[in-house]
Every structure is written in C-alpha cells, then in structure tokens.
C-alpha cells in the first residue's frame, strides 16, 4: 500500500466529488492535463509539478481496483480504524499483538503481506499494460446526410508517445538510468508507527527510472500529441443529439495495452422544409382556395427518391394531413417510415379586378352558408 494514499486528496487534486463518475474524472483530467503539459507552460516549474499530481491522481482514480483500495484506505485511516500507537495495534484490542509474531518475521512482515493484496510490489502497476484514453469528437451534419447514412473523415488529436524521444522522456542520444534509491520499483519501504509503507520513490517520483537529460519536446513527460484522420460510418436515420461509439479508435494504449473508443457526438443541421418526427418526415404545403374547394392533383417533394403527385379531394381544409407510405426514415426491419403532408389554404394578399369580382360573385351565391352557425351558442351566449 502506498503511503501517499494517506495523505493526499487525489479528489481535490482533480476537482471532483468522492462520488465522481469515471466519465466526468476522465473528462476533468484532460482538461487540467492540457491546460498544465509542460509544451503549454514552458519552464514553469508549478505548472509542471501540478500536471504530475493531477496525473498520480488519474491514475488511481481512473482504475476501479486502485480506487477501491485508495477509498478503503482513506476512510480506514479517517476513522481511526488503526491506532498509530501501541505498535501499531488495532483500536480497541485488549492485548498486546505484535505484527512481526502474528504475521511472521522477516521473510513475512506486515508490510509484505499488505504489498501482497495491493499487488503494488517491484514495478507494481506502472509496468502492466493499459488501456487507452477514450476521445470525444463532436460532428455536424446536413439534414440529408442524417437521413441517408454517410461516411466522414474525423481530423483527431491525442496523447501518444513523443516522437522526438519515442516515449522515454530523455533527450535523444541518451537514455534514462536505473533509480537507484528504488532499484527501478518506483516504490520505497516506509516504517511508520508499525507499519511498513510502501511509498513513491521520492527520487524518480515512481518512475523506477532517473532522466538526467529531458527530452526538449516532452520535458522529460514522454508523451506528445499526434493527429490522424479517421474515417467514421454514420448510419442512415441518425437522430440529432446521437452519442456513436467508434470500437477502437480512441487514444492508443500504454505498453501493448488496447487503444480506447471514440464517441462521435452528432448535430443534425435542421432543414428549411422537412421536419422528423420519428421515422416519420413531415412538411406543410400551401394550396389555393380553389383547389381546396374543388379538389386538385398536386406536386410535392419528398427528401428521397424525387416528387410525388398528392391528389387532395374536394373540401379538404386547412390542416389536414396525407401520407404517403415508404418515403420516410429506414427503419432496422429494412422498412422504411412515411411523409406527413400537411395542408395549409393559402389566402392571397392581392387581388386582380377579375379575382375580386370573382369572389364577390362566390360570396352571393354562398349567402345562405354561415360557417359560424351556432358558434354563439357553443360560446354560451
């Protein structure tokens, strides 16, 4: 067990609640992690000192089995499981244990078998291989890209290995020596009231290595940003808001690990005409007096496959809807949703003499009709 874990808020060094999902810890660490790399803040020693604390933090933080131990620790110690007198002894015990007798000598101390369930013995974690960061990428596109699936080139940047140093943190030409404080475990054995820590090497700050000739482009870091493109296959009928997760194409992995994903967050710009409504696209289209009143056969487009002829019967009004199936969205089942026609009778703000002696002439011959028959009484008046 670390010692450090006692004594550090790895909680407060990212910014985030106890109770911080992993998804807003990663997304809190990237951004203190760009804003304190070191290629940011050239020679300021601060900046470089806090981007490693927030980094230690990640780390245990970012893993489910470190953090366990890290809050089992804390919470251990805060509560004053184990008191730091009497050797050691457990608050409350009634004799006296020594912790050599009950758990051997030398070749099976304490701090051995604490090492053990920890697994954070000689290179402990830093040496296994680890999963790359997940990236997040957000894309817009048109409303007729949405509907019929598309595949677009996404320029991405991440962390990778500096390509000046390819990863070792020393300048090139040179290389990193063996900590000799740790013997290149990253790890120093601590006696502290009984107990025996194993504690981050103060000297290589865990890294089991010495750099005595940084890398002038990662300062030492090994690490760097690369840009690539990748291509991404957005299905038909994306939905505005929609989270695509791209397998495998996230940040590349530490030491053989597996790269992470790629979350493809999706806007659909909206469209002058058509509107979704589940599989369905629904657009209003005006038509005359004259067409509504005696019946036509119009033309309407559609997103996909050109225009329609709509027949719309005689006395249709203002606000009726028409179908017309298999236009829409493709749905999984290979079928496909419809268009929504919806009628809106279009009243003209200018009229010729004839049009106006047209409709005088409609008008009388319409007298007897009162659309608003009965409207009064309805009203309760």
């Not at 006692?6 to 998804?23: H, M, N």
């Not at 236009?327 to 026609?341: A, F, I, Q």
Request: with cysteine.
């Amino acid at each position: 067990m670390n010692k450090d874990w006692l004594e550090k808020d790895f909680y407060a060094s990212l910014g985030v609640a106890k109770d911080a999902t992993p998804e807003e810890i990663k997304k809190k660490y990237r951004k203190l992690a760009r804003e304190l790399h070191p290629d940011k803040n050239p020679g300021d020693a601060n900046a470089e000192e806090k981007f490693k604390e927030v980094s230690e933090a990640y780390d245990v933080l970012s893993d489910v089995e470190k953090r366990k131990e890290y809050n089992e620790a804390r919470a251990a110690f805060a509560s004053g499981g184990f008191s730091r007198q009497g050797g050691g002894r457990p608050r409350g015990a009634t004799s006296n244990v020594n912790m050599e007798d009950l758990f051997g000598g030398n070749d099976g101390g304490f701090g051995d078998l604490l090492g053990g369930i920890f697994n954070r013995g000689r290179g402990g974690r830093s040496n296994q291989p680890r999963r790359g960061a997940d990236l997040e990428s957000n894309l817009n596109l048109s409303f007729d890209d949405a509907i019929d699936g598309v595949t677009v080139p996404l320029r991405l940047s991440s962390e990778a290995a500096c390509e000046t140093c390819r990863g070792s943190g020393a300048r090139p030409g040179t290389s990193a020596r063996t900590c000799m404080d740790c013997q290149g475990s990253g790890q120093v054995a601590r006696n502290a009231g009984g107990f025996a820590f194993a504690e981050t090497c103060p000297t290589c700050r865990g890294r089991g290595q010495v750099i005595d000739d940084p890398c002038p482009s990662c300062h030492g870091s090994g690490v760097g940003q690369k840009s690539r493109t990748v291509q991404v296959r957005i299905p038909a009928g994306v939905k505005d808001g929609a989270r695509i997760r791209v397998a495998g194409k996230g940040a590349s992995g530490e030491r053989g690990g597996p790269s992470g994903d790629l979350f493809v967050q999706v806007h659909v710009t909206p469209h002058p005409l058509f509107v979704r409504k589940g599989d369905n696209i629904a657009f209003t289209v005006p038509v005359t007096f004259a067409e509504a009143a005696l019946g036509a056969q119009i033309t309407v487009p559609t997103p996909r496959d050109g225009n329609v002829t709509l027949k719309i019967p005689a006395g249709t009004t203002t606000g009726r809807t028409f179908r017309v199936k298999g236009k829409g969205l493709g749905r999984k089942d290979n079928s496909r949703g419809d268009v929504l026609v919806s009628v809106e009778v279009a009243v003209p703000q200018k009229l010729s003499e004839e049009a106006k002696a047209a409709l005088e002439s409609y008008a009388a011959a319409t007298a007897d009709l009162d659309p608003r028959a009965g409207l009064m009484n309805l009203a309760g008046q």
